[in-house]
Structure formats: structure tokens, C-alpha cells
T-cell receptor, first 113, second 113 residues
Framework: GENVEQHPSTLSVQEGDSAVIKCTYSDSASNYFPWYKQELGKGPQLIIDIRSNVGEKKDQRIAVTLNKTAKHFSLHITETQPEDSAVYFCAASGVNYGQNFVFGPGTRLSVLP | DGGITQSPKYLFRKEGQNVTLSCEQN?????MYWYRQDPGQGLRLIYYSQIVNDFQKGDIAEGYSVSREKKESFPLTVTSAQKNPTAFYLC????????????FGPGTRLLVL
């Protein structure tokens, strides 16, 4: 079945710097890749997603890139702010897994003021 | 105000007791999901439902049961057969299964007395 790895598990950056989180997946048939942000004690919130027919997608300070050949996708946050501090999860879904999501283990991002 | 609600926010279970977690959505979504989240781990799928009166087991269904009698509601029962129920439980919904965005509720934290 699908397996999603996520690195790093923790990441600390200075306010204003960029943060990059990378995920790799195993099933080449996966075709949808969302990113979620989870604040302490709350449910995950979708922040950006990308489908397999697109290589990059941007939304203000957030971008996601997808490399289908290498089977990895990355979240890029520019000009980080303290409110970006949270746990970020990537996920992959595709027909070989019944179109259900397989989540990575998460990255705890700390933005230091 | 559209969204997904979960109740209660905290739930305590005594040994041998069944407890039921509530999940309601007013997004008119067909598909609904239950996930379990343990510290330092990603989300794991317990059960999902694509349509009323139909549901399927996820990766960790043992010790859990669900029902889907109404489109808006997808309650999860944690039975006494679940020997390690302490976790954060998240409900989600999407317009359909497949590569569609899942929206999450605020979660229920279950603790064992």
C-alpha cells in the first residue's frame, strides 16, 4: 500500500526566513497531495493542495511543488511569521489505496520571533 | 455557518464501557471519515462512509463501530474491545471520495479513567 514519509520531524526558523518541508510517497498512482496545518488541540486545516497534473501551486506565502518522477512533494513557506508555528501534515491519495488519504507523521514548525 | 462539529470536546471512558463520539456536518458532503491521532504520529483511518447506510473499515477498525443513518451524521462508538482508546479522534467530510479535499472537525480527546 501507500507509504508517506515526511521530513524533518521538527523545524525551527527565525521570523522572516523560509521553511521547507518535504514528503515522499511510494505509490506512483497517487494523484492528489494536500497539506494540512494543525494548531494545538484543534483539527487540521487545509492550507494548500496539488494534483498530479500540476508541478507547482502558490497561494500568497505558501507554495507546493510536486516531482512525480522522484515521487516527492514539498511545502514552502516564505516570510514566516510566529502564527505559522504549528504541526504540518502532508497526505497522498490515489486509486490503489481506494482514494483514501495516507498521512505523513507530521512536522512541528516553530517560528522564533 | 457551515462546517463540521464534534462533541464532546473531552470524553472519559471507564474500563469495559462503550462510548460514542458525535460528528455532524452541514456541508452537504456525501463522504465522511473517522481518524485516530496519537502523539507524534500521522492520522490513521478508522472507518469511512461514502453514502448513507454504507460504511467501510479503514486501517484500524478493530474495537470501533460506526453508523450512517443520516447524511449529516456519522457517530463513532469506541467499544470495550478497544484496549488502548486514549487518543485524539478526528472526523472529516468531503464532497465525494476520490481526490477531493477533506475538511476536519475540531476533534474529541478520549481519556481512560
Amino acid at each position: 500500500g501507500e507509504n508517506v514519509e515526511q521530513h524533518p520531524s521538527t523545524l525551527s526558523v527565525q521570523e522572516g526566513d523560509s521553511a521547507v518541508i518535504k514528503c515522499t510517497y511510494s505509490d506512483s498512482a497517487s494523484n492528489y497531495f494536500p497539506w494540512y496545518k494543525q494548531e494545538l488541540g484543534k483539527g487540521p486545516q487545509l492550507i494548500i493542495d496539488i494534483r498530479s497534473n500540476v508541478g507547482e501551486k502558490k497561494d500568497q506565502r505558501i507554495a507546493v511543488t510536486l516531482n512525480k518522477t522522484a515521487k516527492h512533494f514539498s511545502l514552502h513557506i516564505t516570510e514566516t511569521q510566529p502564527e505559522d508555528s504549528a504541526v504540518y501534515f502532508c497526505a497522498a491519495s490515489g486509486v490503489n489505496y481506494g482514494q483514501n488519504f495516507v498521512f505523513g507523521p507530521g512536522t512541528r514548525l516553530s517560528v522564533l520571533p | 455557518d457551515g462546517g463540521i462539529t464534534q462533541s464532546p470536546k473531552y470524553l472519559f471512558r471507564k474500563e469495559g464501557q462503550n462510548v460514542t463520539l458525535s460528528c455532524e456536518q452541514n456541508l452537504n458532503h456525501d463522504a465522511m471519515y473517522w481518524y485516530r491521532q496519537d502523539p507524534g504520529q500521522g492520522l490513521r483511518l478508522i472507518y469511512y462512509s461514502q453514502i448513507v447506510n454504507d460504511f467501510q473499515k479503514g486501517d484500524i477498525a478493530e474495537g470501533y463501530s460506526v453508523s450512517r443513518e443520516k447524511k449529516e451524521s456519522f457517530p463513532l462508538t469506541v467499544t470495550s474491545a478497544q484496549k488502548n482508546p486514549t487518543a485524539f479522534y478526528l472526523c472529516a467530510s468531503s464532497t465525494d471520495r476520490g481526490s477531493e479535499t477533506q475538511y476536519f472537525g475540531p476533534g474529541t480527546r478520549l481519556l481512560v479513567l
